[in-house]
């Protein structure tokens, strides 16, 4: 198990952007930095330590890019057998060479549990009375944390600020075609019962993810991006869920979700004075996504021998320069 004392000479170190030359032309996201080499049809993605919340960038936290990449790896591995992912090699522990594809603009929000804490999760529109929920109807008397009867898809569109949407409204705005919207369904809804399962044979609950696809050259439809990583999910362990329902407790959780609430707690609201992060809260999230890389692979994280994390993906990329 790593500590907190493990991970604390990484908190100068951090990653917070990078900026390589040959790689391809450089577009900047909320967490990854992506080179674009449009004449070999791939890109390339680098996660960066970068941590976001409520459509902010707040920090960086130690390791966090790592984590993130070799999550998303792993699960990457197991979504190629219930559909095509986007993913041609993992050349860095921090890299990911991609497929080129066209992205749908909207995300596709899986929840199984009536929680979150942003404007467009289900709790916070539940408690103000939302029960058509992105065409999903919920029923009244349901409380924070449960269960749904059956899991549901709350769409989203891609922008500055995410705006909820139904099935209606991406069929009219051509955002996809009915069909193209049937098979998403379709693939994203098997995706997360089979990371609902991996997740439960390690103690923890999938409670609810976001996943963005596209069309690749052939006109595939392709996962992409990431898949079940803590920034994309909630994770909560599972031999605490009802106990902690019972006493009024959040539920225990190993995600972002942390960070959001500890925001909250700090008095953040839109358009008020943003609170300071500490180093110890950095720490905490780290060690949270370790923890949280663990459990889902089963297997031990390893600190990087070297600091230097920006010369070692330069190094290992050297040979996808155009």
């Known amino acids: 198990m790593i ?57 960086s936290i130690p390791l966090k890019g790592q984590v993130l990449n070799q999550i998303s790896a792993w699960w990457f591995d197991i979504a190629k057998t219930v559909m095509p992912t986007h993913v041609l090699s993992v050349p860095d522990e921090n890299a990911m060479v991609v497929k080129e594809l066209k992205i749908f603009p909207i995300e596709i929000v899986v929840r199984a549990y009536l929680t979150g804490s942003t404007g467009t999760s289900a709790w916070v529109n539940y408690s103000k009375g939302v029960r058509d929920f992105c065409g999903n109807k919920l029923p009244d008397g349901m409380i924070k944390n449960q269960k749904f009867k059956e899991t549901i898809i709350t769409p989203t569109t891609k922008g500055e600020h995410d705006e909820l949407i139904d099935a209606a409204g991406i069929i009219a705005r051509k955002l996809t075609t009915k069909e193209q919207w049937a098979a998403i369904t379709d693939r994203a809804l098997a995706l997360f019962k089979r990371g609902q399962e991996v997740a439960a044979k390690r103690g923890l609950i999938l409670v609810d993810t976001k996943y963005e696809m596209g069309v690749d050259e052939n006109g595939q439809i392709t996962i992409g991006d990431e898949v079940h990583t803590p920034d994309s999910s909630r994770y909560w362990v599972a031999s605490s869920y009802e106990s902690r329902m019972a006493s009024g407790q959040e539920p225990e959780s190993l995600d972002k979700e942390f960070f959001r609430l500890w925001l909250r707690e700090q008095g953040f609201d839109y358009g008020k004075p943003q609170p300071s992060i500490t180093d110890e809260v950095r720490l905490m999230l780290a060690k949270k996504y370790i923890d949280l890389y663990e459990k889902i692979t089963g297997s031990a994280f390893i600190l990087p021998p070297d600091p230097n994390v920006a010369g070692r993906i330069e190094k290992n990329l050297g040979e996808y320069k155009v």
């Open 3 to 59: 500590t907190t004392d493990a991970i604390r000479p990484f908190l100068a170190t951090t990653l917070e952007q990078t900026d390589f030359s040959g790689l391809g032309k450089k577009y900047t996201g909320k967490v990854r930095d992506v080179y674009a080499q449009p004449a070999k049809k791939r890109a390339i993605l680098i996660a960066t330590d970068r941590q976001s919340a409520f459509d902010l960038n707040w920090c």
